[in-house]
């Protein structure tokens, strides 16, 4: 009897420590399947309305899902508009403008300003159901050779996204 | 000047609950110090400091409850949870509808069992009383330490906001004004017999003296839980919209296995009250079962999991409510290992086919089912931090390996009160069971041939239901027979008497007709429910199920809180009209469903409204058979608990060994 | 009884649905199909619900799919399938069986088993025999066979 009572306080203890553990994780990330995968080839158009593709072979890539009407977008916004210029010419900024009216959509980078080199209008959500969004803003890192990366959840921060860039060399080094 | 008094009335809620967490302290520390400094008679401060803490909390609540009512939203948790608009019911159970609230409220729970034990203990366990109030307060104080520290709800706020950001218009509802209190009525009242547990394994109090106590408390505890857990999904059932009202949600499960621990609990207890057997186990039990009311806090609060029902994420809450689970498990837990020895059985099981180890089997049962819940709320955590994987365990799995865990408890149910104590003899059981069990195979039979192809759960559970209760009213009216004869009454007045004279017995007799009722009604609804989905403009029909209705198109409703959109669809034939609602609600814009329910006792017919395309309207119509022999099977179990408790005799006799 | 009884109820109504009701509007079956394998999927953004229960945005839009898909005539597992790829196993309301999930399909077989077993332990330990009285000595034994003799007599 008093054996087993043993046993129950270290198992106890153990899964005290895994909640403690625990307590660090966020529920509500979900890896991405996605990662080391190709990016999907996505085509439409981007919000002046000419034909655009994302997916394939081109320079590195950072593809952030934003929307006019996402809060969280709008703090990181001005972070997106400081970081681009340090990024120009190594790597690409693209938008995916996530289930967005087009004139919403356009009216917010005439005001707060457009870091990207375009974004492609997804008014339907299908492109983000293909790259697996569930949350905006999210943001894909993609190599060379159009790999996903690294995948970031929530505002892009200069943490995060030096992680991402890390990320995307890293992972080319390996291979 | 008017804001003034309400400022003062706040302040003092909050020095109230500052005095409380000192006196918790002091009421935690009597007894050492007493023991330390031989001064037996500091004991008894412990008792003052119980009927004090319960004072200065109630005050703490009741200062809050005034900064609600009378809208002061310079108190940040009152801005958060409530709105100048908001109807006053509503305003005072908004004080349990966010975190720091809530957690209040436990303490709060906490500490009015408190007073009601030191009360109870005057006579009944006049010198262990301060060693139990003892326990209970650094429970409590741990409590109010979490609170005053790291989720106060006296917090003040600069600048007053002009009004407050409204309660979640889920949590407007009277099912939901109720169902924390009763929650927590049970979560919280499973501490009671962990003060006994702990008291008992410090002074090496004999069980003899507190089983009885136990058991009682215990039945109350697992009565509220029972209750808080009914009404949270019955409220679920009526205020989510999908039809359902359990949807294995870890907040859910986290009250679920406290209950399946209780449950073992409160029969087990019986076992020892009865048989003398069992003593460590129901220690294990009791410890295991407030750990587990501790977890399921835990688990609501921390954010570790993702949940409908779960409260703002805070890491540093979850941290310390873990370090507190921690101190009471190695407390508790190191005292039964050191001190078990102490509380062990005098007696022993004589035969495998006796009541006892048919209890026994129900142990096995409901720590399994429980140990199972706690697996499948957990794996994914554990997945989580073990291969940074993420996967959904949900009712899928939790109906494939719970629910015959409980099929196979329910059989135990039926069986047990015919297995007498002791040493049971085969051939009279089986004598006694012919009939049922007839009786429970053609029931069986006539479901499989009616509701053909039906998953194997419906006739099994249909001939649990007719076996059990063929025997338990069979068991009373052969009683109420012989005292009839015997007395020359009536049989009419003689079955009262009979129930009346073994309030125990009849009264757990009567509880597991309810869980019968509850389980014909949960079969039906779980197997049996149909529903469609249509898109309909004014003036067309559906059909559900058997159901013919006409929408008769929507009008907007304008209430001093919300706006609804409010669809009017009739049945046909019986002049019914059902009114499913979409309210939106100013201040918290999410739209929420209201759903209009026509309840009848075989099936409730269930409509939902969402705006479609156009002019249409989308409806999800649900005809659920026999929900509401859930909500009566409960109602019966509750009655049960009551009548049991009511025995006069368990009650004198309890007295008589603590004497 | 009950589910024949609106089996038999519903022939009936749905007779009158043949006879040309008016305005009497049935469920698309296709739509049925697309709710069966919304049933089977999780709403990635709000927690324990299916995507055929929610109200979400993003269910509407997988649900859009699901239909879409199904009407391409692509089966339910290829549908499920697709989502899976993107979102991973959390996806799923019914986690897979095979693979890591081992651990948590038969967990509860184990745990029954163990407990089980502890309590045939205990049980077993319960029925050791109390020792049986000390037998008696060469002394007594010829003393009893002297008195039943002396009986005897």
Not at chain 2, 29 to 43: E, V, Y
Not at chain 2, 134 to 144: E, I, S, Y
Not at chain 2, 182 to 197: D, E, K, Q, R, W
Request: net charge neutral; hydrophobic share 50%; charged share 15%.
């Amino acid at each position: 009897m008093l054996r087993w009572v043993g046993v129950a306080i270290g198992g106890l203890l153990l899964l005290l420590v895994a909640l403690g553990l625990g307590l660090q994780k966020d529920p509500k990330l979900i890896p991405s399947p996605l990662i080391n995968q190709p990016l999907p080839e996505l085509t439409g158009f981007d919000l002046d309305e000419n034909r655009v593709k994302i997916g394939g072979l081109g320079l590195p890539r950072i593809i952030n899902v934003w929307a006019s009407w996402c809060v969280a977008c709008r703090t990181e916004h001005p972070f997106l508009m400081e970081a681009v210029g340090g990024l120009s010419g190594q790597v690409e900024l693209i938008g995916l403008n996530y289930k967005d009216k087009p004139e919403a959509a356009r009216q917010w980078l005439d005001q707060l300003g457009d870091p990207y080199l375009w974004s492609l209008q997804d008014p339907n959500g299908r492109a983000g159901l293909e790259l697996g969004v569930y949350g905006v803003p999210e943001t894909f890192f993609v190599d060379r050779a159009g790999v996903i990366r690294h995948k970031q959840v929530g505002p892009l921060t200069a943490n995060s996204l030096e992680q991402g860039l890390q990320m995307i060399t890293k992972m080319e080094a390996a291979e | 000047m008017l804001m003034v008094p309400t400022v003062h009335w706040i302040e003092f809620g909050h020095f109230c609950a500052v005095l409380a967490l000192l006196v918790a302290w002091a009421q935690g520390m009597a007894p050492i110090l007493a023991r330390l400094f031989r001064r037996p008679a500091w004991a008894g401060l412990s008792i003052t400091g119980a009927y004090l803490c319960a004072i200065l909390v109630s005050l703490g609540a009741a200062s809050l409850v005034h900064a609600f009512v009378s809208d002061n939203f310079s108190v940040a948790y009152v801005a958060q949870n409530s709105n100048s608009m908001l109807p006053l019911l509503y305003k005072v159970s908004a004080l349990w509808g966010g975190h720091e609230g809530s957690l209040y409220l436990w303490a709060l729970v906490l500490c009015l069992y408190t007073a009601l034990l030191a009360w109870r203990g005057r006579t009944a366990f006049p010198g262990h009383r301060p060693l139990v109030l003892a326990v209970q307060g650094w429970l409590v104080f741990g409590f109010l330490g979490l609170i005053l520290f790291l989720s106060n709800p006296f917090e003040r706020l600069l600048p007053v906001p002009l009004d407050g950001r409204d309660l979640n218009p889920l949590l407007q509802d009277p099912g939901m004004a109720i169902h924390p209190p009763m929650l927590y009525l049970g979560y919280v009242g499973f501490s009671v017999p962990f003060a006994f547990a702990l008291a008992a394994l410090i002074s090496r109090w004999p069980s003899v003296e507190w089983i009885g106590h136990v058991r009682r408390w215990a039945l109350i505890a697992w009565m509220f839980l029972t209750t808080g857990i009914v009404l949270g999904g019955w409220w679920a059932y009526y205020e989510l919209g999908w039809g359902g009202y359990w949807a294995w949600d870890p907040v859910e499960n986290a009250s679920f296995m406290p209950w399946l621990t209780g449950t073992a609990l409160v029969h087990s207890l019986a076992v020892q009250e009865n048989r003398r057997l069992l003593h460590g186990w129901n220690l294990f039990l009791i410890i295991t079962t407030f750990a587990l009311s501790l977890l399921g806090t835990f688990l609501v609060r921390s954010g570790v999991l993702s949940s409908v029902h779960a409260f703002a994420v805070d890491p540093g809450r979850g941290g310390y409510i873990l370090a507190f689970m921690a101190v009471v498990l190695c407390v508790s837990f190191g005292l039964l290992f050191l001190r078990g020895g102490h509380q062990s059985a005098d007696e022993r099981i004589l035969a495998l086919l006796s009541r006892e180890s048919l209890f026994l089997g129900n142990n096995v049962l409901f720590v399994v089912a429980c140990l199972t819940v706690f697996i499948g709320t957990l794996y994914p955590l554990f997945l989580d931090l073990t291969m940074e994987e993420k996967i959904t365990v949900a009712a899928p799995y939790f109906n494939a390996v719970v629910i015959p865990l409980l099929l196979l408890a329910v059989t135990l149910m039926a069986v047990g009160p015919s297995v007498p104590w002791r040493k049971a003899r085969p051939d009279r059981l089986l004598r006694k069971f012919r009939w049922p069990a007839v009786a429970a195979v053609i029931a069986g039979l006539l479901i499989l041939a009616l509701a053909w192809p039906a998953p194997l759960v419906a006739p099994i559970a249909v001939m649990l239901v007719v076996f059990g209760a063929w025997l338990i009213v069979s068991d009373l009216w052969a009683d109420a027979g012989r005292r009839a004869q015997g007395k020359g009454e009536f049989r009419a007045v003689a079955l009262v008497r009979v129930v009346l004279g073994k309030r125990r017995h009849y009264g757990g007799m009567l509880t597991h007709m309810g869980v019968l009722v509850a389980v014909i009604g949960l079969t039906a609804a779980g197997l049996f429910k149909q529903s469609v989905s249509v898109s309909l403009v004014a003036g067309q029909s559906f059909v559900v199920g058997s159901e013919e209705l006409r929408f008769d198109g929507v009008r907007l409703l304008k209430k001093d809180n919300y706006e609804a959109v409010r669809g009017e669809f009739v049945v046909a034939g019986g002049g019914v009209i059902l009114r499913p609602e979409q309210r939106r609600y100013p201040v918290q814009t999410a739209p929420t469903t209201e759903a209009a329910i026509d309840s009848t006792l075989l099936r409730d017919l269930y409509l939902v409204l969402s705006p479609g395309e156009d002019e249409s309207w989308n409806v999800r119509a649900y005809v659920n058979p026999l929900v509401q022999w859930i909500w009566i099977g409960v109602a019966l179990m509750v009655a049960g608990v009551l009548l049991g408790l009511s025995d006069r005799g368990t009650r004198r006799k309890t007295r008589a060994a603590a004497a | 009884m009950i589910r024949a009884g609106l089996v038999l109820a519903g022939l009936l109504l749905f007779g009158a649905v043949d006879a040309g009701e008016p305005g009497l509007v049935a469920e698309d079956p296709d739509h049925r199909q697309m709710l069966e394998v919304a049933k089977q999927l999780r709403c990635a953004v709000c927690q324990n619900q299916s995507v055929a229960e929610s109200n979400s945005g993003l269910a509407e839009d997988m649900r859009a799919v699901i239909t879409e898909k199904l009407a391409e005539g692509e089966s339910e597992q290829a549908v499920l399938d697709y989502f899976v790829a993107r979102y991973g196993g959390y996806i799923l309301m019914k986690p897979e069986s095979q693979g890591k999930n081992w651990l948590l399909w038969w967990s509860p077989l184990v745990v029954l088993l163990l407990v089980l077993g502890l309590g045939y332990r205990f049980l077993r330990g319960q029925r050791v025999v109390p020792p049986a009285p000390p037998g008696l000595s060469d002394a007594e034994r010829a003393a009893v066979a002297r008195a039943r003799a002396g009986l005897e007599e």
